[in-house]
């Protein structure tokens, strides 16, 4: 079966640090992955995605940046946090040709 | 831009009635629509995926949707304290390789003993 891995789980950083969550998807090959942020009270909102190895598609123009260097391992990274950069980071997964998406556990993110 | 409403609550409903979750989306080329729970706290898990219109029913969770209206609905019978949560709807409505899901904010669910 498939199972979805993210870390840390928790993450506490000053404003103007760097930033790298992982995320890595076991039982399956050539996942679609995607990273979304949820803010406190407020709906998923998506980042980036990837269909493949080096292929990164970004939603909302940020000072986040995303990496795909291998097959089932997505990272999201950020040279200098800002404040409104606190949420609750997922991970998701699909197979291609499904729209189902599954999620990691998730990395909350506070910014001080 | 595509956007998903659903109405935030909390719903509160008694242990063993049935909770109905609501939701409506504007593109009206969207082509799948699921149902997630969020504990506090916690990642969405799938609870519900529905394509086509009409009911899908899953245990105690039906899913019903109507295209035409641009509406769909997820329906919980008996109730328990464990369904206590966000139900979040949403939608997909591209047919590239990526699937790429429109969320709604989320509908707090209560269930009161």
């Known amino acids: 079966s498939q199972t979805i891995h993210q870390w840390p789980a928790t993450l506490v950083q000053p404003v103007g640090s760097p930033l790298s969550l992982e995320c890595t998807v076991e039982?399956?090959?050539?996942?679609?992955l995607y990273w979304y942020r949820q803010a406190a009270g407020r709906g998923l909102q998506l980042l980036f995605y990837?269909?493949?190895?080096?292929?990164i598609s970004s939603e909302v123009p940020q000072n986040l940046s995303a990496s795909r260097p291998q097959d089932r391992q997505f990272i999201l990274s950020s040279k200098k946090l800002l404040l409104s950069d606190s949420g609750f980071y997922l991970c998701?997964?699909?197979?291609?040709?499904?729209?189902?998406?599954?999620f990691g556990p998730g990395t909350r993110l506070t910014v001080t | 831009q595509k956007e998903v409403e659903q109405n935030s609550g909390p719903l509160s409903v008694p242990e063993g009635a049935i909770a109905s979750l609501n939701c409506t989306y504007s593109?009206?080329?969207?082509?799948?629509f699921f149902w997630y729970r969020q504990y506090s706290g916690k990642s969405p898990e799938l609870i519900m995926s529905?394509?086509?219109?009409g009911d899908k029913e899953d245990g105690r969770f039906t899913a019903q949707l109507n295209k035409a209206s641009q509406y769909v609905s997820l329906l919980i019978r008996d109730s328990q304290p464990s369904d206590s949560a966000t139900y979040l709807c949403?939608?997909?409505?591209?047919?590239?390789?990526?699937?790429?899901?429109?969320f709604g904010t989320g509908t707090r669910l209560q269930v009161t003993l």
């Open positions: 998701a997964w699909s197979v291609l040709d499904r729209a189902e998406q599954y």
């Open positions: 039982g399956t090959s050539n996942p679609n």
């Open positions: 949403a939608v997909n409505a591209n047919t590239g390789t990526a699937s790429k899901l429109t």
């Open positions: 529905i394509y086509s219109n």
């Open positions: 593109d009206r080329v969207s082509q799948s």
């Open positions: 990837s269909v493949g190895i080096g292929q």
